[in-house]
């Protein structure tokens, strides 16, 4: 007789994705997170301020992204994660005038059953373990 063990993980969670001090208040829905804590190596975010915030907000989601693929685990083999992100190299475009290179990221969002063109973040699926 053959036994096949299969590990399942947990689903990414808050910490995960945004780092251990993490808030989530249930009553406003908000959550709060330490910049800090997701930037890593690539991201400054001592030039982040009150006043230029705004301007920093394509920053601020390339570094979850990276932060996204550092913490999730090397495989994709896991049908209960609902995102993976991968990278998928580089390559030199030119945008209006400048001549600038394309950093491309996957975001692979998975649902069991193909329902629209566009993936709802409420089809995502997830661990079943636990409650929703």
């Known amino acids: 007789m053959k036994f096949i063990l299969l590990t399942i993980m947990a689903d990414l969670t808050l910490q995960d994705v945004f780092g251990d001090s993490v808030i989530y208040d249930a009553s406003t829905k908000e959550i709060t997170f330490s910049l800090t804590e997701i930037a890593g190596q690539d991201f400054d975010t001592s030039n982040v301020t009150e006043a230029n915030c705004n301007k920093c907000a394509s920053k601020i989601l390339w570094a979850l992204l990276n932060h996204i693929k550092n913490v999730q685990p090397s495989t994709n083999n896991d049908p209960q994660r609902g995102i993976y992100v991968t ?30 063109t566009t993936l709802a973040a409420d089809d995502l699926v997830m661990n079943m373990g636990g409650e929703i």
């Not at 990278?87 to 005038?97: A, D, L």
């Open 87 to 116: 990278s998928q190299g580089s390559r030199r475009v030119t945008r209006g005038n400048a001549s600038q290179f394309a950093y491309q990221m996957v975001v692979a969002g998975y649902t069991p059953d193909p329902m629209t």
